[in-house]
């Protein structure tokens, strides 16, 4: 079940905001598809990413996949603990598994994404 309290991009990032944060992190359809995550590649706090723009790689046994930010904003904060455990993602990709967190982001910036409705219409048809 996608959650209804974030917004969803095309190439499978969610965004939801916490007051003025917004935490990130891959949806389970996309988890899904890359299979068992063995390694999450983080930006440095601090560092300023635009929206569309890739912030990291996240490998499977699979693939190695390109990470987009869903939004503007600086990352606040990144889950260190995917360092060690990035299966986290595979396990709860929507809690423990967030990926980054980025400051500076207005609820107007998430107007131009899916919401869960739209995603599961978009992802049903792959």
Same mark, same amino acid.
């Given at each position: 079940?996608?959650?209804?309290?974030?917004?969803?991009?095309?190439? #499978?990032?969610? *965004?939801?905001?916490?007051?003025?944060?917004? *935490? *990130?992190?891959?949806?389970?359809?996309?988890?899904?598809?890359?299979?068992?995550?063995?390694?999450?590649?983080?930006?440095?706090?601090?560092?300023?990413?635009?929206?569309? #723009?890739?912030?990291? &790689?996240?490998?499977?046994?699979?693939?190695?996949?390109?990470?987009?930010?869903?939004?503007?904003?600086? *990352?606040?904060? &990144?889950?260190?603990?995917?360092?060690?455990?990035?299966?986290? &993602?595979?396990?709860?990709?929507?809690?423990?598994?967030?990926?980054?967190?980025?400051?500076?982001?207005?609820?107007?910036?998430?107007?131009?994404?899916?919401?869960?409705?739209?995603?599961?219409?978009?992802?049903?048809? #792959?």
């Amino acid at each position: 079940m996608t959650p209804n309290d974030r917004r969803y991009t095309k190439s #499978h990032e969610w *965004v939801r905001l916490e007051g003025g944060i917004a *935490v *990130v992190g891959i949806t389970d359809y996309a988890q899904t598809a890359l299979g068992d995550i063995t390694y999450v590649e983080l930006p440095k706090v601090g560092k300023q990413l635009e929206a569309g #723009h890739e912030f990291g &790689v996240i490998e499977s046994v699979k693939a190695a996949s390109d990470l987009f930010a869903p939004v503007a904003g600086a *990352v606040q904060a &990144v889950n260190a603990a995917l360092n060690d455990t990035p299966e986290t &993602v595979n396990r709860d990709p929507y809690g423990d598994g967030w990926i980054i967190k980025l400051s500076g982001v207005t609820p107007a910036a998430l107007a131009n994404l899916m919401d869960a409705a739209a995603y599961d219409k978009e992802t049903a048809n #792959h």
